[in-house]
């Protein structure tokens, strides 16, 4: 692994997300290093990894830029989560743009299907201390990847867990320790049989003074119907969209009776 990889609103069209840099080799200056640091950062990031990455059969290098630094992500095609989905992109931009606004470091921040880590080692880059949460099976890689990019180079290390949407929340994230600042999600919502589960962890999530920022490509009717939902539970407001591309940024606070 590589230690460090250096270098309200009425709703706005979104501008273009940062494309990936070229294809090339990451790199890290190695002449301030004493000899053998290399090894003992490469041997703490090992006794750090808590969780193992899944075998696929093919894992590739992705490269992307945020907040002036250039970020190394493992993926995966053989996974929905292992893959850095378009929200994403989108939701790590308006982080980067809005991080005096959102006031992020510092701030506790809890990320819903983190996948292969992407907002989550933005955040973290930011300023921010997160939880970084996905099923049990993507754990392996997603650490791998915010070890791999924050280690060494955040002011906090993120912290990786377990989150069935819908299950044994109360064991695993008790709610007399919830107090996130922000709980952050992208492409979470999509064809599948699990959303209403989605809809009641974020609301369990959320404690007063809680921000919800959730980015999302629109692809099916199901989403809208989640929306709708969504706007039940959540005074909503729409962010940021694009018409081109059908994704929306939200903020979500939690309707308190």
């Given at each position: 692994m590589d230690a460090c990889l250096s270098?309200?609103?009425?709703?706005?069209?979104?501008?273009?997300?940062?494309?990936?840099p070229d294809d090339e080799a990451p790199h890290t200056d190695d002449t301030s290093r004493p000899p053998g640091d290399s090894n003992e950062i490469e041997a703490s990031l090992r006794s750090l990894q808590k969780f193992v990455p899944t075998n696929y059969a093919s894992y590739t290098q992705e490269y992307y830029q945020f907040v002036g630094k250039k970020i190394v992500i493992q993926e995966s095609i053989e996974s929905y989560g292992a893959v850095v989905w378009p929200g994403a992109m989108v939701l790590c931009q308006y982080l980067e743009e809005h991080t005096e606004e959102l006031n992020l470091r510092g701030a506790k921040i809890l990320e819903i299907g983190a996948g292969p880590g992407l907002v989550s080692i933005v955040a973290s880059i930011l300023g921010a201390q997160v939880t970084a949460t996905d099923l049990p099976d993507v754990l392996g890689n997603l650490q791998y990847n915010l070890l791999k990019n924050t280690f060494n180079c955040t002011t906090?290390?993120?912290e990786v867990k377990e989150l069935v949407w819908g299950e044994g929340l109360e064991q695993t994230f008790p709610k007399s320790t919830l107090s996130y600042d922000y709980v952050l999600a992208s492409?979470?919502?999509?064809?599948?049989?699990?959303l209403d589960k989605l809809l009641a962890t974020m609301a369990y999530l959320c404690q007063p003074g809680t921000v919800l920022l959730w980015a999302n490509k629109f692809r099916f009717s199901t989403d809208y119907e989640f929306l709708d939902k969504f706007k039940q539970v959540f005074d909503?407001?729409?962010?940021?969209?694009?018409?081109?591309?059908?994704?929306?940024?939200?903020k979500g606070i939690l309707k308190w009776d």
């Open positions: 270098s309200e609103q009425q709703p706005r069209p979104l501008d273009e997300a940062p494309s990936p906090y290390l993120p492409d979470v919502v999509y064809h599948h049989y699990f909503t407001t729409l962010l940021a969209e694009s018409q081109e591309s059908s994704i929306k940024l939200f």
